[in-house]
């Protein structure tokens, strides 16, 4: 069973433009984190959000964890290519880390 | 960066091998896990192991076994490899529980069963 679904799979876009990316649940979590993933490496970490509603800006990247805690955004204002990668969510739950299967996203130059 | 190292970084095997990959930590974190990821999947837990010697079952422990009797050291063994174990392995470490404290991802290994 996927208890969170990344939306959209795949986004390609051309650089300067503005996206936003999902990740859903109908799971209540504790927290939820949002990681980059680059090819041939592990993914790190960008941030941790706790509290529903909180927002989390790390300088073009905006993160939104809902109201009730079940779902997050992450917006990129100005897409640059090295935005491109793999971005991950994890949800914490019941002392155990749950992940989405990811949003591949290539911003074009 | 943490420091985490996984090896070997890359392998080729065949089917009905042992294998065992290797993740070295020095940071002194007491939590370290072994995640694989496959397209269409996403990141699973294979097993996890919260001090030495004290492990725990992941969602896909299945043909997978592990063990740590350092804490700077966690192995994970496949005992005999199927080609469904393709995959690319990654090791992650955090100082307390995930729910407290976030993961550190080594760069993985790619593991090709024939």
């Known amino acids: 069973t996927q208890l969170l679904e990344q939306s959209p799979q795949f986004l390609s876009i051309q650089e300067g433009e503005n996206l936003t990316v999902y990740c859903n649940s109908s799971?209540?979590?504790?927290?939820l984190q949002w990681y980059r993933q680059e090819p041939g490496e592990g993914p790190v970490l960008l941030v941790t959000?706790?509290?529903?509603?909180e927002v989390k800006k790390l300088k073009r990247l905006t993160f939104q964890f809902g109201d009730a805690r079940k779902d997050s955004s992450l917006h990129i204002t100005a897409a640059q290519p090295g935005d491109t990668g793999l971005y991950l969510c994890?949800?914490?739950?019941?002392?155990?880390?749950?992940f989405g299967k990811g949003t591949r996203l290539h911003i074009l130059p | 960066d943490a420091g985490i190292t996984q090896s070997p970084r890359h392998k080729v095997t065949e089917t009905g091998t042992p294998v065992t990959l290797r993740c070295h930590q020095t940071?002194?974190?007491?939590?370290m896990y072994w995640y694989r990821q496959d397209p269409g999947h996403g990141l699973r837990l294979i097993h996890y192991?919260?001090?030495?010697?004290?492990?725990d079952k992941g969602e896909v422990s299945d043909g997978y076994s592990v063990s740590r009797s350092k804490t700077e050291d966690f192995l994970l063994t496949l005992e005999s490899a199927t080609s469904s174990q393709t995959s690319v392995y990654f090791c992650?470490?955090?100082?307390?529980?995930?729910?407290?404290?976030?993961?550190?991802f080594g760069d993985g290994t790619r593991l090709s069963i024939l």
């Open positions: 992650a470490i955090s100082e307390s529980s995930p729910t407290t404290q976030p993961q550190h």
């Open positions: 799971s209540v979590f504790s927290s």
């Open positions: 959000v706790v509290t529903g509603g």
């Open positions: 994890a949800g914490i739950r019941d002392d155990k880390i749950i």
């Open positions: 940071e002194n974190h007491r939590y």
């Open positions: 192991s919260y001090g030495v010697k004290d492990t």
